[in-house]
């Protein structure tokens, strides 16, 4: 039998279904039975029939998925993959602003651990941010951790007064204004999609900002047939294998996310015959996560 092959009996025999990312090896995208965004996987987390989750992502993700589904199992392939930006908040912090400004809203990125989504009012992904945070009674908002996504946010809600906090993606913020400007002059036909998680200057050259399903539904959509890529390198296989006779470009230096790499068809083989790599969390952190994660699902509605 084929690693592949393995992976499918496995799966069956253990009633357990893949989730993937965009920003995974091909050979784990192509092997998924639910390949999305952010916010699509953590929608599509709930109300699944198997049993078992094995979540090719990084941890915030798999995390997520166990605070919404307690009596499933969710199986990380590699417990190491974590998201940098996940940590870049504190509740210090949090505490601080919250006494500062009596009407403050914190707005959580789902990219962080369910420990500061604990001290969140509501959560959001990028491809529904600009929706909740208009759908919010309060004027202040502090959004965490995401520093470049917040700047992005507050410029599409100006009627809301943004706090900022310091974080941000590694990955994202290596991608240099001076390479897009580069990818521009090689390919003057293309158009720049761009991850909010970008700096405001790779932001402004850009001609859509989106998730990772929104960019990868514009570039179909588009009657476009070149396109710069600004975010990780892993949507590539989507955007290709949906738009065959398309071109995808990306900045000299490719953007990648090592922790998402880290999902291997070996490891998930791993995990599913072993069980190993069950993602915990406590009934205490999970009952107080569990809100903002909620209010996120019952907003984007
Ligand atoms: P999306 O929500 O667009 O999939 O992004 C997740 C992420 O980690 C971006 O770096
Ligand atoms: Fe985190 Fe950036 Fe990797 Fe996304 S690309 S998972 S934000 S480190």
Do not use: W
Not at 198 to 219: F, R
Not at 250 to 260: A, D, E, G, H, L
């Amino acid at each position: 039998m084929t690693l592949v092959e393995e992976i499918q009996a496995l799966k069956k025999e253990k009633n357990a279904v893949i989730l993937a990312h965009y920003y995974v090896r091909p050979e784990v995208q192509e092997i998924a039975d639910y390949i999305g965004d952010s916010f699509y996987l953590s929608k599509v987390a709930v109300g699944l029939e198997e049993q078992t989750i094995v979540f090719c992502g990084v941890s915030f993700m798999g995390e997520s998925a166990k605070v919404l589904n307690p009596e499933k199992t969710v199986l990380m392939p590699d417990m190491e993959a974590d998201c940098p930006m996940a940590h870049m908040a504190d509740a210090e912090t949090i505490q601080k602003m919250r006494e500062k400004y009596e009407d403050l809203a914190v707005v959580c990125y789902i990219n962080s651990t369910a420990e500061l989504k604990k001290y969140s009012d509501v959560c959001v992904t990028s491809a529904n941010a600009v929706q909740i945070v208009k759908a919010l009674p309060n004027k202040h908002i502090f959004f965490i951790p995401d520093r470049n996504l917040a700047h992005y946010i507050a410029e599409q809600v100006p009627e809301k007064e943004f706090v900022y906090n310091e974080g941000f993606c590694p990955t994202h913020e290596r991608l240099q204004t001076e390479e897009v400007l580069e990818a521009k002059m090689a390919h003057p036909k293309a158009q720049v999609l761009s991850h909010p998680e970008c700096t405001k200057s790779v932001l402004e050259l850009s001609d859509y900002i989106g998730s990772t399903a929104g960019i990868i539904k514009y570039a179909g959509e588009s009657a476009c047939r070149e396109f710069i890529v600004c975010t990780e390198e892993g949507v590539a296989y989507k955007l290709q294998t949906n738009n065959p006779e398309k071109k995808f470009y990306f900045t000299k230096t490719v953007p990648i996310c090592p922790n998402m790499k880290k999902n291997t068809l070996e490891k998930i083989l791993h995990v599913l015959k072993t069980g190993e790599n069950a993602v915990h969390v406590s009934d205490e952190l999970r009952e107080a996560s569990r809100k903002p994660l909620e209010r996120m699902l019952e907003l984007a509605k």
